[in-house]
């Protein structure tokens, strides 16, 4: 169990889901079912990692990292630890983590009205490379990201 106030990251595993599936129905209009997570879990390609907060999850971030691109698939926090640099934690796991498999670029998308989580991305180096117009549900645009892993921010 972590101390109180610290933030472990470690690999999630099929048992960290109960916890994961409430944070992503919690944070999301359209969330994740079981079924996604357990494709994450069981792909080459994937690497999806849990912030425990005081022995329970408390976030999650899923990258997946092929040859030279790495991509922000899901990352989210539950609403109550939100603002304590846990998604900062997560991110800085999976820049690590693609770096490590030498990932020269990380890409995500995310919606144009989810200022919380564009200012994250920003805060965290990523800059704006297009838009995908009506993405989400024929309705919401996408905004792509991208961040250039072979700098140092
Ligand atoms: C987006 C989300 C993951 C941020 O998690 P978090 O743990 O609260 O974020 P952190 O505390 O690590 O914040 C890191 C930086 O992100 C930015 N940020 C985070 N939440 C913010 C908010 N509500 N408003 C503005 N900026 C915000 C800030 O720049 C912050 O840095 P600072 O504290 O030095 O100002 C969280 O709000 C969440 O789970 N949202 C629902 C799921 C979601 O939208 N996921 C992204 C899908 S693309």
Redesign the pocket.
Known sequence: MSAPGTVDIRPMTEADLEGVLA?EQA??SHPWRREHFLHELASSHSFPFVAVVEGSVG?YVCLMSLFEEAE?L??????H???????????EHAVAMARGRLAGIMR????VS????I??????GFSRSGMRPKYYEGVEDALLMEKLLSTDC
Do not use: K
């Open positions: 944070i944070s999301f976030g922000i899901d990352i989210a926090v539950a609403p630890l939100r603002g304590r640099g846990i998604a900062r934690a997560l991110l995500l998308e995310v919606r989810n200022r919380a989580a200012a994250l991305y920003e805060r965290f």
